[in-house]
């Protein structure tokens, strides 16, 4: 039997307000490759989310997935003022470096899609296509206090099992995936605590999120926002059909302003679809590959 593909592991180290931390970032498809797709992962997830399209991808790109910090196995700051977008986007122009890439399309889920955006909207930014995965500069208030139910609270499990079923809980939204896709998704998301298991992510990465009030919110809208506007490089917007943080007339808005986006929405998904499914990879493959 032929053993599961693991990608090559590697680590870079960036600048924060306390010194430095180190982004450690997951390599699939041939290094010399000077086509690169860099995958960034939603707030609470870690860049082995990708997995599935990352093999899909790895025969045309270097594909790069990276652990955000305080995600994964990167390291965790020691501010956790600092688990904000600035200085997400901030690693990921050190990573290019890196990676010596002068080019590079992107896959962004959720939060790495607003890493993403923002990176696409400076100056000479090095993004040539933008996929954004359920994510805008308007974001239901009311799916922030759903998360934040969850996010950063004490939680430890027994198994792996037991944690696959605990997440799940929270993350029907996802939509329809077998137990061993769901266990594939599950098993990066832990870390071993003695004998059991815990979340893989710096629980401090929920006190700059719980302290966004509706008036700070709508204040990062109009940043984001002018920021999309911005945007010139092609831009595919995927929606879950059933997602309540990217609203349908947010993702039409979308498509009539900035790059103008083009929309594909997933049916029986909320937020975010996990592109693990064929028809979900399908959708990002000819975008990024199409002439």
């Given amino acids: ?13 960036c600048l924060d307000a306390r010194g430095l931390h180190r982004m450690a970032w997951a390599e699939w498809g041939d290094p010399a490759n000077p086509r690169v ?18 093999q899909a991808m790895s025969g045309e790109y270097r594909v790069v997935c990276p652990d955000v910090v305080g995600r994964g196995r990167s390291d965790w700051l020691a501010d956790p003022a600092g ?35 923002s990176l696409a909207a400076l100056p000479h930014s090095p993004i040539r296509r933008l996929v954004l995965n ?10 922030l206090e759903r998360i934040g139910q969850y996010l ?10 037991e944690a696959a079923d605990a997440l799940w809980a929270i993350s029907t939204s996802f939509g329809p995936h077998t137990r061993e896709q769901w266990l594939a998704l599950s098993r990066p998301q832990l870390r071993p605590d003695g004998d059991g298991w815990k979340p893989h992510y710096d629980p401090a990465i929920s006190i700059p999120f719980r302290a966004v ?17 911005a945007i010139a490089c092609p831009t595919l917007l995927l929606r879950g ?7 349908r007339a947010t993702a039409e808005e979308m498509t009539r302003r900035g790059p103008c986006a083009r929309l594909h929405e997933f049916a029986g998904v909320g937020h975010a679809p996990t592109l693990v499914q064929p028809d ?12």
């Fill in 1 to 13: 039997m032929n053993a599961t593909p693991q990608p090559r592991l590697h680590r870079v180290p």
């Fill in 37 to 54: 797709l860099l995958c960034a992962h939603g707030l609470a997830r870690q860049g082995r989310d990708f997995d599935t399209l990352a």
């Fill in 83 to 117: 688990y904000v977008i600035p200085q997400y986007v901030a690693d990921m122009v050190t990573l290019l470096a890196r990676l010596d890439a002068d080019e590079v399309h992107w896959v962004g889920t959720s939060m790495g899609g607003l890493i993403g955006l």
């Fill in 134 to 143: 359920d994510v805008g500069p308007r974001i239901e208030y009311g799916s």
């Fill in 152 to 161: 950063g609270a004490p939680l430890r499990w027994a198994t792996v099992e």
């Fill in 213 to 229: 009030t509706p008036e700070v919110a709508a204040a990062g809208e109009a940043m984001l926002w002018q920021a999309y506007d």
């Fill in 241 to 247: 059909a059933e997602s309540d943080l990217l609203s």
């Fill in 280 to 291: 979900q990879v399908a959708v990002v493959r000819q975008f990024l590959l199409s002439p």
